[in-house]
């Protein structure tokens, strides 16, 4: 069937809208955060198709920075009192109609670890009664956690959705990539590590950050070749890229995410083991890149407007 954007975001919008107003802890998040939950609308029924077909029989979604289930605090004028559902709730009520077997949810925060408890309790019918629940953890205890499950004929599809890329070092990362069975999404911050990357100072926390992040040294070549000073989120992307290429057997795809125009926030990195996963990756990218700041607003926008002509 072909994806539709704006389906996607009326059904996030409608299944949540009951929690407008809770009270509870929110997490920040823009209209080009969106775009993370389209994606996941769209792999998340090709994983579980694609696994299947390769003797898993359990399906898990485990997202380790799972936030607090919405954001608000949308900077257009119009958008202002909306609220939008994160990758927790989007990720579960997938999980709930697909069939997966379970959720895996945590980060490190509290507040939102209550308020995406509470939040998913209130939910329960919505997410055909399943009882999802998530765990204070920060991210190195839930890559143990995840490679725990990670047994017998049993996949997990991962998001990675950090605020920086401080906590996401390379050797937590490759254990993760290494393991059969597990599909990645990860939100690799390419203007915010190209920047912190141009302005590393010798011996600085900065250089110690950075080469834990890559696992080793040669992003400061990269930095250093004045070729690549206009160019270098790309650059360090690539070399991202191509790390986890030859460091695994996995294909690894890139979706950019802009704040607007052409004006790159972040990159989409899909990891997967099968060459069907990266077949779908290749198209979700071909879709995502329709679905740009400008498009997923205007969506929203038109979708307020006839819900306040219901209303009328
Ligand atoms: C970008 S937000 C996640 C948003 C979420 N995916 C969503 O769609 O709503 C990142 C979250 O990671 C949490 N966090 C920050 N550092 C962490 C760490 N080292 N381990 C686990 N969680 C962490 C923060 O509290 C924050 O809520």
Redesign the pocket.
Known sequence: MEFSISDSIKRARETFAHLKDDGLTT?I?DIW?IK?MLLLDYYMPSFIQIVSKNNFNKFYFA???????I?TDFKDKELKNEIFP???LIGALNASELGYTNCIF????SS?IEALNSRLAKCKTRLHGKEYTSQK???EK?VEKILKMRQYQVAILV?I???GYV?IKWKLMEKLIKEVGIDIIFNFYTQGIAHNVSTSKKKSEHEENLNDFFGDDGWKEIRDNRLNANNLGPKLLKYYLDKIQSNSTKFAVDVGVYKQGDSKLYDLILITRSKGGANVMNKAKEVMNNATTEVIKREFKAQLGSQSRLFE
Not at 63 to 69: A, E, H, R, T
């Open positions: 997490s998040g955060s993370k997202d380790p920075f799972c936030g607090s289930g954001f994160g990758s927790s945590s980060e490190s925060n939102n953890l920060e991210f839930a998001l959705d950090p605020d906590p």
